[in-house]
């Protein structure tokens, strides 16, 4: 069937020269994984707020015309946005935001982080799962048509739950109705088991009774293994250096494992399988010598196979060093994951209301 990443410079061309479907503000944007989805789906894409410094510059580089709120969350207020865009209350589309979501996460101890400084990128950031409230103050001022925000799976389990039932209790005491679905990427055509928890809101002005039940996209028929997502790569003297872990102690236990499989002790340590779908790539992905997960040629993905088990285009251009351009990639929304869902709502709800 063919695994096919629209390249940047063909899409872009539409969403910046005002030819476009919807409008969209982005928080906690990071280098740009969901923006590139909502563009890919023909979405202009207003401002964004991120205030990771290499993320700054990852985004930058892809989307120069795009204004960049580059202060902490905290003390960005919906009066900022709305000047900004040249917007009243009410009138934008469509409020996207990925609170960071490391509190939630399950791998490791997860409650025992809740509520201290955690490290986050290049920085530190207190109460990280506290960032979500941050999201739905500046939604309650915004007030779009309708709001996406994204998690990880982890944020349904556990303990984590009743943080999970208080945020869907304030989302939907914003004046929305809000439905949430646990997404898989390799079910939206992404070479990648990724799982993520989409909130989807659409003003209680703008419901209708018709949108039950099809507010998330439906799951692809076909799942992409990587032999397919890596067709056309070339594997280079420059992607040789960076990818080489025989210096490191995990190689001896990468040698162990078949293809497709997870050790049995050192559990995050998996090596992929070309006739698969990749596990989980994280924001740790890049730390060469961790027990991560690795190529089937025990090395590690070169910068060109992450993007596309990310559904990335080609030319992304992506700043930093290489751990710090994997770190980038691992932290995105997949772009084709947001895409599925801003074209099912392309067709549910802005086709109507344009």
């Not at 101890?109 to 109460?127: C, F, I, L, P, V």
Request: net charge positive; glycine share 8%.
């Amino acid at each position: 069937m063919g695994y096919s990443v629209p390249l940047l410079k063909d899409f872009i061309r539409d969403t910046e020269n005002d030819n476009h479907k919807f409008e969209v503000v982005s928080l906690f944007a990071g280098g740009g994984g969901s923006s590139t989805g909502y563009r890919m789906a023909g979405g202009k894409v207003l401002a964004i707020n991120e205030f990771i410094e290499e993320a700054q510059a990852t985004y930058k580089a892809n989307y120069p015309s795009t204004h960049i709120f580059t202060q902490d969350i905290k003390k960005l207020t919906a009066e900022d946005i709305l000047e900004r865009i040249n917007k009243k209350s009410g009138e934008l589309d469509l409020l996207d935001g990925s609170p960071p979501c490391s509190a939630f996460s399950t791998a490791g101890a997860r409650e025992k982080g809740w509520g201290k400084t955690k490290t986050y990128s290049d920085t530190t950031q207190e109460n990280v799962e506290d960032l979500f409230f941050d999201y739905i103050r500046i939604l309650r001022g915004v007030k779009p048509k309708v709001f996406v925000a994204e998690n990880v799976a982890g944020m349904v389990k556990g303990k984590a739950k009743g943080y999970f039932n208080h945020i869907l209790r304030e989302l939907k005491s914003s004046g929305y109705h809000v439905t949430c679905k646990v997404l898989d990427a390799k079910y939206l055509g992404i070479p990648q088991s990724r799982q993520r928890v989409i909130f989807v809101g659409i003003r209680d002005d703008i419901w209708r009774d018709e949108y039950t039940g099809k507010t998330h996209p439906k799951p692809a028929s076909h799942v992409v293994d990587l032999k397919e997502a890596f067709e056309g790569l070339t594997f280079t003297e420059k992607d040789k250096l960076e990818t080489d872990l025989s210096r490191f102690a995990v190689y001896k236990l990468l040698l162990t494992l078949s293809a497709g499989e997870a050790h049995k002790k050192a559990f995050t340590l998996k090596k992929c399988s070309k006739y698969d779908v990749s596990f989980c790539i994280t924001a740790n992905t890049g730390s060469l010598g961790a027990r991560e997960i690795y190529h089937w040629n025990n090395r590690a993905f070169t910068i060109n196979e992450v993007k596309r088990i990310m559904s990335v285009p080609d030319d992304y251009i992506l700043t930093g060093t290489y751990q710090q351009q994997v770190e980038r990639l691992g932290r995105m929304v997949a772009p084709l994951m947001m895409k599925a869902v801003a074209d099912n709502l392309v067709e549910l709800v802005f086709s109507d209301a344009n």
